[in-house]
Nanobody, 115 residues
Framework: QYHFVESGGGLVQSGGSLTLSCRFS????????ITWFRQAPGKEREGVSC???????YYADAVNGRFTISRDNAKNTTYLQMNSLEPEDTAVYYC?????????WGQGTQVTVSL
């Protein structure tokens, strides 16, 4: 069955870095944009970053300049490099893709940034 598999979350101190990975299992997604979302406790899910097929990237204002999205088509994997993390970045991070008009979400990976 097709699905995203996420990894890389954890606990980090303010100013630290983490890299999240999102691999799609079952078929190639090289011809689709992949987006990272996050949801903090008590808040709505929000878009963080997106990478298109031609590797054009988009970032939310809150993370622009600190996060970098990339993709490795050979591994069917998208990455989110997160630097200069702040407590406000604490959330569950999800990857998302609309593959052949079907919406797929990862299971989520927790990122916690302590002071």
């Amino acid at each position: 069955q097709y699905h995203f598999v996420e990894s890389g979350g954890g606990l980090v101190q303010s100013g630290g870095s983490l890299t999240l990975s999102c691999r799609f299992s079952g078929r190639t997604v090289n011809h689709y944009a992949i987006t990272w979302f996050r949801q903090a406790p008590g808040k709505e899910r929000e878009g963080v970053s997106c990478i298109s097929v031609d590797r054009t990237t988009y970032y939310a204002d809150a993370v622009n300049g600190r996060f970098t999205i990339s993709r490795d088509n050979a591994k069917n994997t998208t990455y989110l490099q997160m630097n200069s993390l702040e407590p406000e970045d604490t959330a569950v991070y999800y990857c998302y893709g609309a593959i052949d008009s079907i919406h797929y979400w990862g299971q989520g990976t927790q990122v916690t940034v302590s002071l």
